[in-house]
T-cell receptor
Framework: GAVVSQHPSWVICKSGTSVKIECRSL??????MFWYRQFPKQSLMLMAT?????????EQGVEKDKFLINHASLTLSTLTVTSAHPEDSSFYIC?????????????FGPGTRLTVL | GESVGLHLPTLSVQEGDNSIINCAYS??????FIWYKQESGKGPQFIID?????DKRQGQRVTVLLNKTVKHLSLQIAATQPGDSAVYFC???????????FGKGTRLSVIA
């Protein structure tokens, strides 16, 4: 149990376009979802925390107008990178929490590799 | 042995030996600690967690030790196997549904 999926697994886009990444909890209801960004050989950096039905809370330095987060249901959150630029190229990972009774551990998706040309 | 690379410290161990990966955490108020394993190009995989009211927890071939006095967390892997080769991250949080703060990670390299 506790499976989190992401779609797409990788995407290549042109500079200036927008890209949407989906994060789904497949077998549990996630009251909270988190979005992380990871650059090569570095650790995960939290971008924002998303609670179902409310606005996301962004970490300092993360532009909320650039990284749009929607958490419309207990099983789906989306991250849209608007007007993407090469510096936005990174590995984007979501996690979900709140659906298991034995633990409220965050379970991570497989990640989405974004390359902006 | 243990060495510091450009970005990640690396731990090299012989197959079959035990591995110990260490982590110093930052917040004395953190209540929840997790170890994750991340293979190249994949998302982090949950290994084991521990709450601050415990100092040791065992799983299958893994043990997590927590020393709150010195804010130190360690992951012990018994009989290390080639499939254990990955980057290991410790993470801390005030509770399970609060944001995780990840450590820098340690690359474990298992020598067959």
């Amino acid at each position: 149990g506790a499976v989190v999926s992401q779609h797409p697994s990788w995407v290549i886009c042109k500079s200036g376009t927008s890209v949407k990444i989906e994060c789904r909890s497949l077998d549990f209801q996630a009251t909270t979802m988190f979005w992380y960004r990871q650059f090569p050989k570095q650790s995960l950096m939290l971008m924002a925390t998303s609670n179902e039905g409310s606005k996301a809370t962004y970490e300092q330095g993360v532009e909320k107008d650039k990284f749009l987060i929607n958490h419309a249901s207990l099983t789906l959150s989306t991250l849209t990178v608007t007007s993407a630029h090469p510096e936005d190229s990174s590995f984007y990972i979501c996690s979900a929490a709140g659906g298991t009774t034995s633990t409220d551990t965050q379970y991570f998706g497989p990640g989405t590799r974004l390359t902006v040309l | 042995g243990e060495s510091v690379g450009l970005h990640l410290p690396t731990l090299s161990v012989q197959e079959g030996d035990n591995s110990i990966i260490n982590c110093a955490y930052s917040n004395s108020a953190s209540d929840y600690f997790i170890w994750y394993k991340q293979e190249s190009g994949k998302g982090p995989q949950f290994i084991i967690d521990i709450r601050s009211n415990m100092d040791k927890r065992q799983g299958q071939r893994v043990t997590v030790l927590l020393n709150k006095t010195v804010k130190h967390l360690s992951l012990q892997i018994a009989a290390t196997q080639p499939g254990d080769s990955a980057v290991y991250f410790c993470a801390e949080a005030l509770s399970g549904n609060t944001p995780l703060v990840f450590g820098k990670g340690t690359r474990l390299s298992v020598i067959a």
